[in-house]
Structure formats: structure tokens, C-alpha cells
């Protein structure tokens, strides 16, 4: 029998495979890889170190929509906010994907280098040591939880008789609520670190 010319399994199809679950039902197991791409389960083991690898594929496969060339902008809180909005849209993209990612150790080397160039900025920014991986995991912080928002229902709330003054504040966001809330973390994130690097330099 001829062999197929596209490989039947290699890690992109993993990858790919393993974050449609994901989207699908906010989990996935290696057996269901193996059902969905055809294969028995160890087949799937072949090519990926256990679950873990499989998360590592995924974390790539969605940090593939970061723009790097973000990171290379001056000056550095362009940089910086640009990078955000590029992280943002990447994980926007795969909601689900966020609780699963933000919970396991980044192992990554594609990722760990992404996150070395976002570390090398703030440094030559005049920012200290011991302010860049605070500052770096608030921003992280701000630009998931929008995430998730963006994926949650327009209007959150559902006021009632008793909430009178939550009824008239809803009332005059309209739409984009998440996106105008975004806006106004990341000014306030960037403002604040401005003002962190002008104490550091002083």
C-alpha cells in the first residue's frame, strides 16, 4: 500500500486538534486527540510529552497571533500598548484557551522568548528588576480578564427595582462596553508605569 503524502499525525495537528476542544468544551484529553485525528492514543504520545506538552502546543499555537514587531516600537509604552492590543486579540480569539494556559507553567521556548523581549524592553526602558515581572504580570492580568470579557454577554448585569443608580449607569454605556473598559485599564496601567520608571530613574 502506498504511503499517504500528508502524514496521518505530527504536533501542528495536535496542536490544532487539541484547541478545537478547547474551544469547543474548555478541556481536552489525549485519548479524544487520538479519536478525533484517527490514531490510537499512543500514537498521539509519540509525537508530544503527555498532557503537558499538549498544553505547550496550544499555549504556541495562540501566542502565533501576537504581533513581536509590537515589542520593537519605540518609545516603550507605544511598544507596550500596541503589544497589549495584539495579546489581547490573540486570546480573545480562543476564550476558552485562557483558564487552561494561565494555570500551567509557561515552558514554551517560542513563548519564553517572546516573553525575554517584552523583559529586554522594560530594562532598557530605566525600568528595575524587581519592578518587571510586576508589571508585566499586571498587564497580563488586564489584558486576559478582557479577554474573557469580550467573549462574556454585552450587557453582565441585570438590574432590578432595588438597583436604581446600576440601572442609569448601564444605561448609558451602550455598546462596547468591554472594549471602552479596556481603553481605560490600559491608560491607567500605562500612566501609573510612566510613573513608576520616572521614580526609578530619579
Known sequence: MARPRTPLLDRE?????????VAEQGEFSVPQIARALGVQTGSVYHHVDGRAGVVEL???LVCERITDEALTL?????????????????????????????TTPV???????????????LLAAGFGSAQVM?????LENLILGSALDLAAPEAMWEPSPQTPLLARALSTVG???????FELGLAAFLAYARTLRSGAKS
Not at 518609545?75 to 497589549?84: G, N, V
Not at 510586576?134 to 499586571?138: F, V
Open 13 to 21: 495537528r495536535i496542536a490544532r486538534t487539541a484547541l478545537q476542544l
Open 58 to 60: 496550544i499555549r504556541e
Open 74 to 102: 519605540e518609545p516603550w509604552d507605544r511598544a507596550l500598548e500596541e503589544w497589549a492590543r495584539s495579546y489581547r486579540a490573540a486570546f480573545a480569539a480562543y476564550p476558552r484557551a485562557i483558564p487552561l494556559l494561565m
Open 107 to 121: 515552558r514554551a521556548p517560542r513563548v519564553l522568548a517572546h516573553y525575554e523581549r517584552a523583559v529586554a524592553l
Open 134 to 138: 510586576p508589571l508585566l504580570t499586571a
Open 175 to 181: 455598546t462596547g462596553r468591554a472594549d471602552a473598559a
